[in-house]
């Protein structure tokens, strides 16, 4: 019964060729159009995500200017920091302009930056060539320096730097590493900066107010948490005074980021539906002419025992099959849009599985809800009316 069915439903699509291309082309471009613009926008946001996540991934920035009796964090704060249950490490932030030269080169307004070897441990996928700091650096304020990817081309021409020497404000440092390209540590490209031990940028560079600190999580889904225990810790040591301390979460930035993301595509998929149930509407239209057309079909079926419902799967059949072929069409033609616009933004090309389930499960659902009436309104039909028309 249902092999029979599912075979006149195809050779009637096929008799009827051109005017079902056009009902399944208002089908192919509602799908298309869902597809391409909910694969673009999770692509980006995957990007944009991953982008977040390398610049703070696990970790938690203190901003802390102090109160007029207390200016910046101290080392105990920075002690009592470290106690904290589910840090991994705690590293101390400094910076400032200065002039540097080595190999026969000086250059201006170079940004140097103190930083603590608990640091590079977490971002040592970022050492290009070298070392990072290690805590014998920090103990010994050790004149050692890590450059950036353009310090190192535009002085050493871009080879190996390692065990030569540079000034940084007429003081000789050691070079022990460098950055891969394009790093992007504290929100911002450091391939022109170069990184010194902390306490030796402490002495060396005459600052020791500690205005900046990160906190390196060993567990970001207890960060709300380690917020807290931060709270607490210095609001105890800036005696509960309002803004003497910031905190941000970068976890927190990334969930907003896909709330926010998450809407967008909500929005963009519904206004995409729009054209789908346009499609849908062709579908109908076409399967109640194709009623009117055949009525006598349907009558002589009748009179020679054809059940309703079997009239009625027939013609359901037929509004799946459209839809169906739309919805596969409208996904291939979809990937292919979200491709080409991947590779014109610069972004990495993935596909969901819910994509898929979206294409053909709106298909299905298009075909079943738009064929419904026109198959019901066949099997209704009085085979003696029908019969007249003969």
Known sequence: MIKDSIKMSWDNIRSNKVRSFLTILGIVI?????????????????????QVSSLGANTITIQAPGTLLKRGLNDRDIDSLKQIDNIKGVSRKLSKKVSIASNGMGMEDVEI??????????????????????????????????????????IFLDKNPIGKDIKI???SFKIVGTLKGESQFDLSSDNDTIFIPYTTAATTLSTRNINEVDVFMSDSSKSDEIIEDIKAVLNKSFNYKDDAYFIFNFEDIIDTIGEITGLMTLLLAGIASISLVVGGIGIMNMMLVSVTERTSEIGLRKALG???????????????????????????????????????????????PMTLTIAIGFSSVVGIVFGYAPARKASKLNPIDALRRL
Not at 332 to 351: E, H, Q, T
């Open 30 to 50: 509602g799908v298309a159009s869902i597809i391409s613009l909910i694969t673009i926008v999770q692509g980006a946001t995957d990007e944009i995500t991953s």
């Open 113 to 154: 930056k103190g930083r603590d070897d608990i640091f590079f441990e977490v971002n040592i996928e970022d050492i290009r060539l070298g070392r990072g700091f290690n805590p014998l650096d920090l103990e010994s304020k050790t004149k050692v320096a890590i450059l950036g990817n353009d310090i190192n081309r535009d």
């Open 169 to 171: 404000n007429g003081i």
């Open 306 to 352: 054809a059940e309703p419902s079997r009239i009625q799967l027939q013609f359901i059949l037929e509004s799946i099959f459209l839809s169906l072929f739309g919805g596969l069409f409208g996904l291939m033609l979809g990937l292919l849009i979200a491709y080409l616009a991947a590779v014109g933004i610069g972004y990495p090309f993935s596909v969901s």
